[in-house]
């Protein structure tokens, strides 16, 4: 995954998914802090399970039948 790789996860709030960049902020363990990667939303920060940003990552870049699930590289 690169610097600017993009995943959909849940967004921890309120139940709706957001694009966040796969390089990590922080990490804490098992933990990565992840910046959201949507215009008007790069306040959002999302610490999730390493395993889980991997999983959301293979699973969109093998093409997922959920519309909401597409990996991006930025540019």
Known sequence: MNSRST????????????????KPLETDGDL???ACAEPGREYLIRWAHK???CEAF????RGSSTPEHHATVLP
């Open 7 to 22: 995943v959909t996860l849940a967004d921890g709030y309120n139940g709706h998914t957001a694009r966040f960049y796969t």
């Open 58 to 61: 293979l699973r969109e870049l």
């Open 32 to 34: 990565v802090k992840l």
């Open 51 to 53: 395993q889980t940003v």
